[in-house]
């Protein structure tokens, strides 16, 4: 008899796919509703890995679900070739970058032709092809046209070993993200995009996806964009005509201030010292030497000891008109707030600990130990009834205990705020500042704008030139794309200057604006600048006349249902949904949120652990597909677990998934009766099987949870297999009628062998746009029980009931029968008995 062969029925399908084509979606007058399925595209580092097989197995699952539901589905693949690694990876090989991307994307393709995702390849980008990139700068003009882009000269994250800048984002605990080299910082002009104009759009909108996106992921970005809301005070400084500001949460305590301090690296601090006599000047320029080389790490660290400089100098208290002495410390943050802060040593924790170490003064402004609330306390009583007295309240004195009191509590030692619990002391001290001209409500965000100049060749060139004359002159767009020169010739080792401006002849450019000599940018984009808006470009990745089109968006956009790792909760998928606000303003596109839905899968780990080829316990992909093919890689995947929980591949065993396989497609070739069959004639108890699994399916795969979806069609198989063995046999309408649903179902998972089962069930190619067969709610009552109804112990009727039937109801049955009420004949009823599902027992008085 037929042997289930992976390798044959692969070999046989693939042809087949190729030729029908049956994943092209938006076909010209195709009607079905729309679905946009869409994977986080893959980087070409290499053959595909574990992780993508995990990925992309769950997001084919929902696509091909949701085409087997009447919907035209766009699941479009793509690859993110730019980047870092591909220019490592040329340096050390001293080869062109180019090459070695485009080979690891023929490597991955060929991978993924195996596993056959239910892409549309048609659709197919690069986004390191001009065809791509011209489009980002497209983009970056959009914004740059609206003050969106613009370059700033600043301190930068800067890796000293890949000799590169790094986002914030990269720095990951002060050390580079990729290499791992302590980040050090580095005076540059760089691009920025201002994503902090979009920071209360970004948080609030967060809660529209609240219940589509992971919860975790929705709080991480909370986290990142970080708004807190306070006020901004004015101090005047002696000896200088303008104020400055600082941010606080707590305008409360502004009575408790008791010095200042400001960042050492700020311009405002440089200043102040520069107006003190020359001991200050030279203490502040040595204490700055050190703070230079301190990594943000440590100055974030609240257990390093405090350091720091009294530049002596003074501020006033607006509402007390005390004066301040102004220090410089490393624990206040130049690009946080204003860069200084009043320091109000009793209640937060950094400025406790500096009061103590440089001997300031520490004043209490809120009593923690006063109730907050109205309410009287209860006076609780012991057993003897003698009242429990509350315990000693803790002393209120921060200086001796070292311990800030952070809580909330009433207003002291603050004049018009004495008495005031901490959110009207709030109100009325922004009040109190607002009527003086001396400070306003305000809210800070720990947001900062999107640095997206590398230094390196393999990106987007900037599409911008300098002209000694005009200054920065946008290339016009009839000349886009910029495109990179040859990397040929070029030093690509990193240097902290891109390797472009190397590239004289590419440099050197007449401005658009005046035709006189003048050069390009020689930055790169970010990465991220590529993958903010590539499921846009998906819409029609051929349109040579614009980056997208807007009546495809309307149609398509936004993506239903993004599928990637968690890695990504914050860079990527914040950037992303800035671009897509920024579109909508401009009247791109008329939706604000970039993903719908978001399922982020859990990793693919080894004996516990990430794999590496490192640690020696790398499972690779490749070998993994030849030693029992794509359907079982996908299966076991898919049945390994939630998909959101990380996968121990040395817990889960491939052998158990082909075995799985075998017997279901061995089903197919068991069936005898011809697809015109009456299902109506099958043997109920298999029809009822796999008429709760069409019921149920759908909510479990919209549920993301497949690994049930799979445990459920075990169990089908099994129902299956027992009816033909044991039941009334392989003829039986049922059978067929389970097989082709085990087929239908299967193509989920395993698109090969459900196709192979479809075929040897009489049907044409193919099974992914078989339609889903509507559960027959007839079959979905539960199986019945047969309960006995007595009378006096003497059985006097039988009914059919539900076997979860409640008790009352039951009972209810029971005195409706017929032959029951005739056989208690009128006699009064002493008591029921009622064991629900079996039996009731009406006992009558005689
Ligand atoms: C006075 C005060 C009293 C403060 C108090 C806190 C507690 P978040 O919540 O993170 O926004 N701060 C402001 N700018 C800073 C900077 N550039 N570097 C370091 N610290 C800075 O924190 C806001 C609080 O952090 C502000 O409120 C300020 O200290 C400090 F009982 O002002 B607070
Ligand atoms: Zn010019």
Same mark, same amino acid.
């Given at each position: 008899?037929?042997?289930y062969?992976?390798?044959?029925?692969?070999?046989?399908?693939?042809?087949?796919?190729?030729?029908?084509?049956?994943?092209?979606a938006?076909?010209?007058?195709?009607?079905?509703?729309?679905?946009?399925?869409?994977?986080?595209?893959?980087?070409?580092?290499?053959?595909?890995?574990?992780?993508?097989?995990e990925?992309?197995?769950?997001?084919?699952?929902?696509?091909?679900y949701?085409?087997?539901?009447?919907?035209?589905?766009?699941?479009?693949?793509?690859?993110?070739?730019?980047?870092?690694?591909?220019?490592?990876?040329?340096?050390?090989?001293?080869?062109?970058?180019?090459?070695?991307t485009?080979?690891?994307?023929?490597?991955?393709?060929?991978?993924?032709?195996?596993?056959?995702?239910?892409?549309?390849?048609?659709?197919?980008?690069?986004?390191?092809?001009?065809?791509?990139?011209?489009?980002?700068?497209w983009?970056?003009?959009?914004l740059?046209?609206?003050?969106?882009?613009?370059?700033?000269?600043?301190?930068?994250?800067?890796c000293?070993?890949?000799?590169?800048?790094?986002?914030?984002?990269?720095?990951?605990?002060?050390?580079?993200?990729?290499?791992?080299?302590?980040?050090?910082?580095?005076?540059?002009?760089?691009?920025?995009?201002?994503?902090?104009?979009?920071?209360?759009?970004?948080?609030?909108?967060?809660?529209?996806l609240?219940?589509h996106?992971?919860?975790?992921?929705?709080?991480?970005?909370?986290?990142?964009?970080?708004?807190?809301?306070?006020?901004?005070?004015?101090?005047?400084?002696?000896?200088?005509?303008?104020?400055?500001?600082?941010?606080?949460?707590?305008?409360?305590?502004?009575?408790?201030?008791?010095?200042?301090?400001?960042?050492?690296?700020?311009?405002?601090?440089?200043?102040?010292a520069?107006?003190?006599?020359?001991?200050?000047?030279?203490?502040?320029?040595?204490?700055?030497?050190?703070?230079?080389?301190?990594?943000?790490?440590?100055?974030?660290?609240?257990?390093?000891?405090?350091?720091?400089?009294?530049?002596?100098?003074?501020?006033?208290?607006?509402?007390?008109?005390?004066?301040?002495?102004?220090?410089?410390?490393?624990?206040?943050?130049?690009?946080?707030?204003?860069?200084?802060?009043m320091?109000?040593?009793?209640?937060?924790?950094?400025?406790?600990d500096?009061a103590?170490?440089?001997?300031?003064?520490?004043?209490?402004?809120?009593?923690?130990?006063?109730?907050?609330?109205?309410?009287?306390?209860?006076?609780?009583?012991?057993?003897?009834?003698?009242?429990?007295?509350?315990?000693?309240?803790?002393a209120?004195d921060?200086a001796?205990?070292?311990?800030?009191?952070?809580?909330?509590?009433?207003?002291?030692?603050s004049?018009?705020?004495?008495?005031?619990s901490?959110?009207?002391?709030?109100?009325?001290?922004?009040?109190?500042?607002?009527?003086?001209?001396?400070?306003?409500?305000?809210?800070?965000?720990?947001?900062?704008?999107?640095?997206?100049?590398?230094?390196r060749?393999?990106?987007?060139?900037?599409?911008?030139?300098?002209?000694?004359?005009?200054?920065?002159v +946008? $290339?016009? @767009?009839?000349?886009?794309? /910029?495109?990179?020169?040859?990397?040929?010739? *070029?030093d690509? &080792?990193?240097?902290? =200057?891109?390797?472009?401006?190397?590239?004289?002849?590419?440099?050197?450019?007449?401005?658009?604006?005046?035709?006189?000599e003048?050069?390009?940018?020689?930055?790169?984009?970010?990465?991220?600048?590529?993958?903010s808006?590539?499921?846009?470009?998906?819409?029609?990745?051929?349109?040579?006349?614009?980056?997208?089109?807007?009546?495809?968006?309307?149609?398509?956009a +936004? $993506?239903d @249902?993004?599928?990637?790792? /968690?890695?990504?909760?914050?860079?990527?998928? *914040?950037?992303? &949904?800035?671009?897509? =606000?920024?579109?909508?303003?401009?009247?791109?596109?008329?939706?604000?949120?970039?993903?719908?839905?978001?399922?982020?899968?859990?990793q693919?780990?080894m004996?516990?652990?990430a794999?590496?080829?490192?640690?020696?316990?790398?499972?690779?992909?490749?070998?993994?597909?030849?030693?029992?093919?794509?359907?079982?890689?996908?299966?076991?995947?898919?049945?390994?677990? +939630?998909p959101?929980?990380?996968?121990?591949?040395?817990?889960?065993?491939?052998?158990?998934?082909?075995?799985?396989?075998?017997?279901?497609?061995?089903?197919s070739?068991?069936?005898?009766?011809?697809?015109?069959?009456?299902?109506?004639?099958?043997?109920?108890?298999?029809?009822?099987?796999?008429?709760?699994?069409?019921?149920?399916?759908?909510?479990?795969?919209e549920?993301?949870?497949?690994?049930?979806?799979?445990?459920?069609?075990?169990?089908?198989?099994?129902?299956?297999?027992?009816?033909?063995?044991q039941?009334?046999?392989?003829?039986?309408?049922?059978?067929?009628?389970?097989?082709?649903?085990?087929?239908?179902?299967?193509?989920?998972?395993?698109?090969?062998?459900?196709?192979?089962?479809?075929?040897?069930?009489?049907?044409?190619?193919?099974?992914?746009?078989?339609?889903w067969?509507?559960?027959?709610?007839?079959?979905?009552?539960?199986?019945?029980?047969?309960?006995?109804?007595?009378?006096?112990?003497?059985?006097?009727?039988?009914a059919?009931?539900?076997?979860?039937?409640?008790?009352?109801?039951?009972?209810?049955?029971?005195?409706?029968?017929?032959?029951?009420?005739?056989?208690?004949?009128?006699?009064?009823?002493?008591n029921?008995?009622?064991?629900?599902?079996?039996?009731?027992?009406?006992?009558?008085?005689?």
């Amino acid at each position: 008899d037929a042997v289930y062969d992976f390798a044959a029925i692969q070999a046989k399908w693939l042809p087949v796919w190729d030729e029908l084509q049956p994943f092209r979606a938006g076909l010209p007058g195709d009607t079905r509703p729309r679905k946009y399925v869409l994977d986080m595209f893959p980087y070409p580092s290499g053959d595909l890995h574990m992780g993508h097989a995990e990925a992309f197995g769950f997001g084919d699952i929902v696509a091909r679900y949701w085409r087997q539901q009447g919907f035209d589905v766009l699941h479009p693949i793509g690859w993110d070739s730019f980047g870092l690694p591909a220019e490592n990876a040329a340096i050390k090989r001293g080869t062109d970058p180019r090459e070695w991307t485009y080979a690891n994307i023929a490597q991955q393709k060929a991978s993924f032709r195996q596993y056959a995702p239910s892409f549309d390849w048609s659709r197919e980008l690069h986004t390191s092809d001009p065809e791509y990139y011209k489009w980002n700068q497209w983009l970056f003009l959009e914004l740059y046209k609206r003050g969106l882009a613009y370059r700033k000269a600043g301190q930068v994250n800067w890796c000293p070993n890949d000799q590169t800048v790094l986002a914030n984002e990269q720095v990951v605990d002060g050390h580079c993200e990729r290499c791992g080299a302590l980040v050090t910082k580095k005076a540059l002009t760089q691009w920025f995009f201002k994503v902090t104009d979009y920071a209360d759009r970004l948080l609030d909108d967060l809660n529209q996806l609240e219940g589509h996106w992971p919860q975790r992921v929705l709080s991480m970005q909370r986290n990142w964009i970080g708004r807190s809301s306070g006020a901004d005070v004015e101090f005047e400084i002696e000896g200088r005509e303008e104020r400055i500001s600082v941010f606080t949460t707590r305008p409360d305590t502004l009575f408790g201030a008791t010095f200042m301090v400001v960042a050492p690296d700020s311009d405002l601090a440089a200043e102040l010292a520069s107006g003190a006599g020359p001991d200050v000047r030279m203490r502040f320029q040595d204490y700055l030497d050190t703070v230079r080389g301190t990594t943000e790490m440590d100055r974030l660290n609240q257990e390093r000891p405090k350091t720091g400089v009294f530049l002596e100098r003074y501020a006033v208290n607006p509402v007390s008109g005390e004066r301040l002495p102004i220090w410089a410390s490393d624990y206040v943050l130049a690009d946080y707030g204003h860069g200084a802060i009043m320091a109000v040593p009793a209640h937060d924790q950094r400025d406790l600990d500096f009061a103590r170490a440089f001997d300031l003064p520490i004043r209490v402004v809120v009593d923690t130990n006063a109730p907050v609330t109205g309410v009287i306390p209860v006076i609780q009583l012991d057993e003897q009834g003698v009242p429990i007295l509350p315990e000693e309240p803790p002393a209120l004195d921060p200086a001796s205990t070292g311990v800030a009191l952070a809580g909330e509590g009433r207003m002291v030692n603050s004049g018009p705020l004495d008495g005031l619990s901490k959110v009207n002391a709030i109100k009325r001290m922004i009040e109190l500042l607002e009527s003086r001209g001396t400070g306003r409500a305000a809210k800070n965000f720990r947001l900062r704008d999107w640095l997206i100049s590398r230094q390196r060749y393999w990106g987007t060139p900037i599409p911008i030139i300098h002209c000694p004359a005009c200054g920065e002159v +946008p $290339v016009p @767009q009839e000349q886009l794309p /910029v495109r990179l020169p040859d990397a040929e010739g *070029l030093d690509l &080792r990193p240097k902290g =200057k891109s390797p472009l401006a190397a590239a004289e002849e590419w440099s050197t450019v007449s401005c658009p604006q005046c035709g006189g000599e003048a050069r390009r940018d020689s930055d790169t984009m970010d990465t991220f600048v590529d993958s903010s808006w590539y499921p846009l470009r998906f819409l029609n990745p051929n349109d040579d006349t614009r980056a997208f089109d807007p009546a495809e968006a309307e149609k398509w956009a +936004p $993506v239903d @249902q993004y599928v990637g790792g /968690v890695e990504h909760a914050i860079l990527h998928l *914040l950037y992303s &949904r800035f671009i897509t =606000k920024v579109l909508f303003d401009l009247g791109y596109i008329s939706f604000t949120e970039p993903f719908t839905s978001l399922l982020n899968q859990g990793q693919v780990l080894m004996d516990g652990s990430a794999m590496s080829k490192s640690k020696g316990n790398l499972v690779e992909f490749a070998d993994q597909l030849r030693e029992h093919g794509a359907d079982a890689l996908r299966v076991t995947m898919a049945f390994a677990g +939630p998909p959101e929980d990380d996968v121990d591949w040395a817990d889960v065993s491939q052998a158990g998934a082909a075995k799985f396989l075998a017997r279901a497609w061995r089903i197919s070739g068991e069936v005898t009766s011809s697809p015109d069959v009456e299902w109506k004639t099958g043997d109920p108890a298999l029809r009822r099987v796999t008429h709760r699994l069409l019921a149920d399916a759908p909510g479990l795969v919209e549920a993301y949870k497949f690994n049930v979806v799979i445990a459920r069609l075990m169990e089908l198989v099994n129902a299956t297999r027992k009816t033909i063995d044991q039941g009334p046999g392989a003829a039986d309408a049922a059978v067929r009628e389970s097989a082709e649903v085990i087929a239908m179902i299967l193509n989920l998972f395993a698109p090969y062998t459900a196709e192979d089962m479809w075929q040897r069930l009489g049907y044409e190619p193919t099974v992914a746009l078989a339609q889903w067969r509507k559960a027959d709610p007839a079959l979905l009552v539960e199986e019945s029980v047969t309960a006995v109804f007595q009378v006096d112990g003497k059985v006097r009727d039988r009914a059919d009931v539900a076997p979860k039937i409640a008790p009352e109801e039951l009972e209810a049955l029971a005195k409706g029968s017929a032959a029951v009420v005739r056989s208690i004949d009128g006699r009064e009823i002493a008591n029921v008995v009622v064991r629900a599902p079996k039996l009731v027992n009406i006992v009558t008085r005689r």
